[in-house]
């Protein structure tokens, strides 16, 4: 088994579960060394257990929307680590449904605190260092939701969307510094937030029934592609949505 990420270090936002989990522990298997940071103590501290103890992994509890964290986790990324050849800002998510009309401002502006302030904190963050190394990978979770939208979510496909019209622009500024900016967006994957679908069975069965590929993907079907990107084999790639949705937006 090769390692592409062999002598490398990571920093993997929104790591203690789902998609951030799975994308910490293929990036651990490629030979990358990581730092992974969320909200949730006790699940960091298991997930560096999983990834082989402290010489390999860091645990970062940081929230992704205060920028004041997420300044601080970078620079403790860097500094246990030595340097941060990949960033990937997987951190986000839809925590309610609802009809447009019936929005409260309060619930459109905490979305896009998670899914779009959150990208932005941490790129500025990290953007000095990576600027100087003149070198990184930069990866962002945007959704397949931009490109087949969905009822009662207009406030996630909005950030998503932002997400990658962000990711574009980014990479446009960065090519000049060596570093690539890519984004992956994720069809129906088994995660957490997406359990309420999975746990009802007409729902899943209906999911299932629009995807060609006729099943949900699996967090690790999101990790491998981040890899992907992370990697030099995909060096010549920057500025691109790669959509993962078996066929969905199809």
């Known amino acids: 088994m090769t390692m592409p990420l062999e002598g490398r270090t990571a920093l993997i936002t ?30 960091l501290a298991k997930l560096v257990i999983d990834l082989g103890g402290p010489e390999v992994a860091v645990p970062i509890p940081c929230d992704v929307t205060a920028a004041d964290q997420v300044s601080a986790a970078v620079d403790a990324a860097i500094e246990t680590l030595g340097a941060l050849d990949i960033v990937v800002n997987n951190a986000g998510g839809c925590r309610f449904t609802t009809a447009f009309e019936t929005m409260r401002p309060s619930g459109w ?25 003149g070198s990184g990978s ?79 993907a699996s967090p690790e079907e999101m990790a491998a592609p981040a890899v992907f990107l992370a990697s030099d084999a995909a060096s010549y790639i920057t500025g691109h949505n790669l959509v993962v949705d078996g066929g969905l937006t199809l």
């Open 14 to 43: 929104g790591a203690s579960r789902g998609i951030g989990r799975a994308t910490a522990i293929a990036m651990r298997r490629a030979g990358a060394r990581v730092a992974v940071a969320a909200r949730d103590h006790e699940a």
């Open 109 to 133: 502006q905490s979305t896009i605190r998670l899914n779009v302030d959150s990208v932005m904190h941490v790129c500025q963050a990290v953007s000095g260092h990576l600027i100087e190394r």
């Open 138 to 216: 930069v990866i962002n979770l945007a959704s397949a939701v931009t490109i087949r939208s969905m009822k009662d979510m207009t406030h996630y496909v909005a950030a998503k969307a932002a997400v990658i019209g962000f990711t574009r622009s980014l990479a446009l500024e960065w090519a000049a510094h060596g570093i690539r900016v890519n984004c992956i967006s994720p069809g129906w994957t088994a995660t957490d937030m997406t359990s309420v679908e999975m746990r009802n069975s007409e729902r899943r069965k209906e999911i299932v029934a629009q995807v060609p590929l006729g099943r949900w």
